[in-house]
């Protein structure tokens, strides 16, 4: 099992980056996938999660009407379309994919190795 993220990079405040996900090795069909981030010194924490098969999402409340979590069915790979990014948002973001949809760390199974979003003021 595979989750490879990409996409990080450094943005200006307000500007946009799109992270991808892209999953491998499994059966991913059934499962929920989440984005978590990790800022220094703090606790990683939750951002956005999608069912594959339904395809509902949920979302940090710092993050709803700003960032879209989607997915590609026939690319096996969920996106993290970030927009009005902040310096608040500045950490390293990972993906993650579990069998029952949550927002904790402890929830998920798989982990990818993360991306680093630096968003300068």
């Known amino acids: 099992v595979q989750l490879q993220a990409s996409g990080g990079g450094l943005v200006q405040a307000g500007g946009s980056r799109r992270l991808s996900c892209a999953a491998s090795?499994?059966?991913?069909?059934?499962?929920?996938m989440g984005w978590f981030r990790q800022a220094p010194g703090k606790e990683r924490e939750f951002v956005a999660a999608i069912s594959w098969s339904a395809g509902t999402t949920w979302y940090e409340d710092s993050v709803k009407g700003r960032f879209t979590i989607s997915k590609d069915n026939a690319k096996n790979t969920v996106y993290l379309q970030m927009n009005g990014l902040k310096p608040d948002d500045t950490a390293v973001y990972y993906c993650?994919?579990?069998?029952?949809?949550?927002?904790?760390?402890?929830?998920?199974?798989?982990w990818g190795q993360g991306t680093q979003v630096t968003v300068s003021s």
């Open positions: 090795g499994h059966n991913f069909s059934s499962y929920y």
């Open positions: 993650a994919a579990g069998w029952t949809y949550g927002s904790n760390p402890w929830e998920y199974d798989y």
